[in-house]
């Protein structure tokens, strides 16, 4: 922790230190709101307007790197790096390529509408709502900083710190099960983290024995460890596949996913799904394909069988399910094992694909989470599909929210996903062809049971316990022909603000999605060629 | 034969060693205040005998560290023996030196804590029949054996011996000298008096049996080297046709003694009953400081004695610590008393030292010294949490009383969550870096497998850190369950300390790390 020096002397072509503050102020940021909307500990609406006042200036600052970043610039840019621990070459040091950037500004965007979404949350007896909204600040603070991190050692540290305030939010404020449900969440993870640790000591270990300094920095990390013996690069790459595997999360790894997105509280569930996840996805990318391309290379089939295992087993457990919360959860396992195949198959348009979809699903499922939420809200609670019945009758706003949110999580043309999706299919087609056709079986499979669960929940006549009560019930409008039918109203103002971003990127995305492939491109190239370059090796 | 003694023997003179005072005033100071204080007990009207006996132990802490500053501005890097070579004082011991005192302060202020339980945790007199009358009346009085002044720097002084000695006599001597004071301050509990009584017998036995293993290892050493100093030994070891079964079984039947004070299993049976029986303050002392002594002879006797055989010995060492990371880990789990959860998590982490403490190289050597300074810290805190919570009956240590604790008392839940997390090994605390370098030292110098293992133990231990988190902020609170003292300023100084310390070697770890790794062993 000495004085800041920008990392541009060192690597002149790969970093820019444009736009450090913004950074730094997207890091601390959502620190200090979260320290300050804790001090409203009696004041709830006070800690509320507080907490969201934050969570915009945040998303303005996200909108603003935006404009900064420049697309033919360096890799990292924002970057800046002082020294932290000298003796083990620990560095703390941000910076972000496109990738980062546009996950970063998702995060940005998410939290204030998972904000809004929380606003009447009902929280467990004796839980302070100061609390609920400053753990989920401090949680988007080490987002942020999971992303931008690029010293591998600051972003164990902060991947295994993001999971201290989503194991409060869960374990404080969830379902029945959520002592459960947090703890499972917790010991996956860490013990994911922890190999993650053993390999990145590993990878230290050996640019200590070939360069005689041992550093932590990605950057040179990444020169050194990638020229590795592929035995070398193999087992330093189960260290982090494990991590990220866990975290994404690929079948068989998975079972902690739908336990903590049933058990969370809506909003929680929409970060866990939409943004957490993501970091799998990401450190697969950032990580194990650019520190070890030749191990990536000797494993792809490996992790195309997993991820293709992941899509169909997902689409075929989601069938099953009756928790509506599950069933996405399950979905959302079917579209990680599909980003996957677009990132294993190691070509431009797969893992641009893959990236955008990253953003996209984040969007869909988000969206299509927060709706199950109003849903349950109505239903007093439940989100088991068979309590409802005919919402488009009742609630024809909400139904048809759900109808759009279904429609972009099967990415219907038209709606964000698809472009997401066609070019994951265009692009692992041409070298995993058959991968690429299981998948898709499966995401069809997906598809219908999205569509289906829809028409369970929306259409026909009014049913189900939640909107039909015992005659005579407590608000009952009396009708003879399905018996007491239960009080619901359609979305209010506020629900109505929560989706209408949502809606509007969904749509926006889809017909026009160049401003967001184009960030993402150039830092896509780079890692498809540090993949693909050594060939020879 | 008797009678053919040899006169010249007799009649020479012995050379007085030379002494160098500057080195070794540290521990005599120690010594003699512990020999002061037992004059006070006997002097000193009974009234004013705590406040002296306090006083006069926190002045020599602050005396003894002085020392050590003054010594330390002009000690030659490469350290200095003295006393005919029986005590080496070079950076490691120094290091341990200062570990020791630092914690050995916090463990003294728990000591003298006495607003938590009215009138301090021991007992006026140690003799009392447990369930007889006059212990009714003794609780009743309030008193205190304030004996437990100067045996616990005696214990001190013992333990800085210890881990300088350069010689396995010395060795033994300063083990007895740690180990015996240990043995009455675990009976003097003033509540629960018979578990109190049986957790001092059976330390006391088991810690018998491990110092004649010592004293065994160190005959067969002695029949191997025909000398007792380690250096010598690391002589005979490095290239002789020497039998290799005085050597080995020696240094095993060695091992085995040192492993017990550490509490490695498969020789920690001892700790979980000693932990629960013994007052806590005691217990924070012990599970703190006797751990860094021990560590600190291992670290010696490994690396400047069997350094050069260390082939031959190092996969036993690695199937111990193995067997130490997941029998603490595993059994932890099923724990349902705060005190022995910690016995078993401390086993757990005398498996991580080791597996530092087995790399033998500098980087190990200074993973494992600051492994050691983090570990101690949180324990006194831990242990100084856990004094806090009560009910009528002493401390509410049975994890269900601990329900819904952080409703009734937030701050120290929130601490004792720290305190819990730094055991776990998460980052920001001083708990994660002491394993990262611990285990990075490991892993440089070829010990992948067992980092692995390691690493998969530290999440089944952590399962049981996370199940009190649980307890405290996830469940209801029972209707008559403990409630939380206020802390008096002794222990608040103590866990203050103690949390800081984590906190700061979490965030900030540069420094100590360099001083740990200042230097290595002095021949």
């Known amino acids: 922790m000495t004085v800041l020096h920008t990392a541009v002397a060192t690597t002149p072509a790969t970093t820019s230190s444009t736009g450090f503050p913004v950074l730094l102020a997207l890091l601390l940021l959502p620190l200090v709101g979260a320290v300050v909307v804790s001090t409203f500990r009696n004041e709830p609406r006070a800690a509320k307007l507080v907490a969201l006042a934050f969570s915009v200036i945040e998303l303005g600052l996200a909108v603003v790197a935006l404009f900064v970043y420049r697309t033919g610039g360096a890799r990292l840019q924002f970057s800046a790096s002082a020294d932290w621990v000298p003796s083990f070459g620990v560095h703390i040091s941000f910076g972000m390529d496109g990738i980062a950037l546009v996950m970063v500004a998702m995060i940005a965007f998410l939290v204030p509408v998972v904000l809004g979404a929380s606003w009447a949350e009902k929280l467990p007896e004796g839980r302070s709502v100061a609390g609920f909204f400053a753990l989920v600040l401090t949680l988007e603070a080490l987002m942020v900083g999971v992303f931008a991190a690029t010293d591998v050692f600051l972003f164990y540290v902060l991947f295994e710190l993001m999971l201290i305030p989503m194991y409060f939010l869960i374990g404080n404020y969830g379902g029945v099960n959520r002592r459960y449900a947090a703890v499972k969440f917790f010991l996956y993870s860490f013990l994911g983290g922890l190999l993650m640790l053993a390999s990145a000591i590993g990878t230290w270990s050996y640019v200590q024995s070939v360069t005689g300094n041992g550093t932590f920095d990605w950057a040179t990390l990444t020169s050194v460890v990638s020229h590795a013996p592929l035995s070398t690069q193999l087992w330093l790459f189960m260290g982090f596949f494990f991590a990220f595997a866990i975290k994404a999360p690929l079948v068989p790894f998975h079972t902690w996913l739908p336990d903590a997105t049933a058990e969370a509280p809506v909003g929680v569930g929409v970060l866990l799904v939409g943004v957490l996840d993501k970091v799998g996805i ?22 195309l069988v997993l991820s293709v295992a992941g899509v169909l087993y997902g689409a075929i457990v989601a069938a099953g399910q009756s928790d509506m919360k599950r069933f996405i959860a399950y979905v959302s396992l079917a579209h990680f094992g599909f980003m996957g195949i677009g990132v294993f198959a190691f070509t431009q348009q797969g ?18 989470l927060l709706v199950v939420g109003m849903i349950a809200v109505r239903g007093g609670g439940s989100v088991r599909a068979e309590d409802y019945g005919g919402l488009m009758k009742v609630t024809p706003i909400l139904a048809g929210m759900f109808f759009l949110a279904g429609l972009s999580t099967l990415s219907l043309p038209g709606t964000n996903s698809f472009v997401s999706e066609f070019l994951v299919l265009l692009g692992s087609y041409q070298t995993q062809p058959v991968y690429t056709i299981l998948g898709t079986i499966g995401m069809i499979l997906a598809a219908l049971y999205v569509l289906w669960l829809y028409q369970r929940v929306a259409h026909g006549p009014i049913r189900g316990n939640a909107l039909v009560g015992l005659a005579g019930g407590p608000g009952a409008a009396a009708d003879p022909s399905v018996g007491a039918r239960k009080v619901v109203r359609d979305l209010s103002g506020g629900e109505r603000w929560v989706l209408a971003p949502l809606v509007v990127l969904i749509l926006l995305l889809g017909f026009y999605p160049k401003p967001l492939l184009d960030v993402v491109n150039p830092s896509v190239t780079a890692t498809v060629q540090q993949v693909s370059v050594q060939e020879g090796n | 034969m008797a009678l053919s003694i040899d006169l010249t023997a007799v009649t020479t003179p012995i050379a007085a060693p030379s002494v160098n005072y500057g080195a070794i005033a540290a521990p005599l100071v120690v010594l003699g205040a512990a020999c002061l204080g037992v004059l006070f007990e006997a002097f000193v009207p009974r009234r004013s005998r705590w406040g002296m006996q306090v006083g006069l132990t926190l002045l020599t802490l602050l005396g003894a560290a002085l020392a050590l ?22 950076r490691p011991a120094l290091f341990l030196w200062g570990t020791l005192l630092a914690l050995a302060l916090g463990a003294v202020l728990l000591i003298a804590d006495r607003t938590v339980d009215r009138g301090g945790y021991f007992v006026a007199n140690a003799a009392i029949r447990p369930g007889a009358l006059s212990e009714r009346a003794d609780r009743l009085l309030g008193g205190m054996q304030t004996e437990v002044f100067p045996l616990t720097l005696f214990a001190l002084g013992g333990m800085m011996a210890f881990c300088a000695a350069n010689d396995l006599l010395t060795m033994f001597v300063s083990l007895e000298v740690l180990s015996l004071p ?170 991580f030292i080791l597996v530092g403490a087995i790399a033998l190289t500098g980087r190990g050597l200074s993973g494992t010294l600051f492994y050691l300074v983090a570990y101690g810290f949180t324990t006194i805190a831990t242990f100084g949490v856990i004094t806090l919570v009560r009910d009528s009956d002493g401390e509410a240590s049975h994890l269900s009383q601990w329900a819904g604790l952080a409703k009734r008392s937030p701050l120290l839940a929130g601490v004792f969550t720290f305190l819990l997390l730094a055991l776990a090994g998460i980052p920001l605390t001083s708990g994660f870096v002491s394993k990262f370098v611990v285990f990075s030292a490991a892993m440089n110098d070829g010990e992948g497998p067992l980092v692995v293992l390691a690493l998969i133990a530290s999440t089944i231990a952590a399962s049981y850190y996370l199940r009190v988190v649980v307890l405290m902020y996830f469940s209801e609170p029972a209707a008559d369950g403990p409630t939380v003292s206020v802390p008096g300023p002794f222990t608040t100084a103590a866990i203050t300390l103690g949390v800081l310390v984590t906190l700061v070697l979490g965030v900030w770890p540069s420094v100590v790390l360099d001083w740990a790794g200042g230097g290595s062993f002095a021949l």
């Open chain 1, 282 to 303: 990401y450190g697969f990318l950032r990580y194990n394909l650019e520190l070890y391309p030749a191990a990536s290379r000797t494993l792809a089939p490996l992790l």
């Open chain 1, 351 to 368: 893992t641009v694909g893959s990236v955008s979809y990253m953003v996209n699903h984040s969007l869909a499922t988000g969206m299509l």
């Open chain 2, 69 to 90: 500053v003054l010594y330390l501005r002009h000690a030659p890097a490469a350290g200095v023996t003295t006393l005919s070579g029986t005590l080496a004082i070079d």
């Open chain 2, 182 to 351: 240990l043995y009455l301050m675990c009976g003097l509990a003033r509540r629960r008096r018979l578990l109190s009584q049986e957790a001092a017998v059976k330390y006391f036995l088991l810690g018998a049996f491990a110092s004649a293993f010592f004293l065994y290892g160190l005959a067969l050493l002695y029949g191997y080297a025909s000398s007792v100093k380690l250096s010598d030994i690391a002589h005979a070891a490095a290239g002789t046709n020497r039998s290799d079964t005085l050597l080995f079984g020696g240094m095993a039947l060695l091992v085995v003694g040192l492993l017990f004070k550490a509490s490695v299993a498969p020789f920690h049976t001892w700790t979980p009953d000693v932990y629960v029986g013994s007052p806590t303050p005691v217990t924070a002392f012990m599970g703190a400081c006797t751990k860094v002594a021990a560590f600190g002879a291992i670290l010696r006797v490994l690396t400047v004695a069997f350094q050069a055989t260390s082939w031959e010995w190092r996969g036993v060492l690695w199937a111990v610590a193995i067997v130490s990371m997941f029998l603490g880990a595993v059994l932890g789990i099923t724990q349902s008393d705060v005190k022995r959860m910690i016995a078993y998590s401390s086993i757990a982490h005398a498996g």
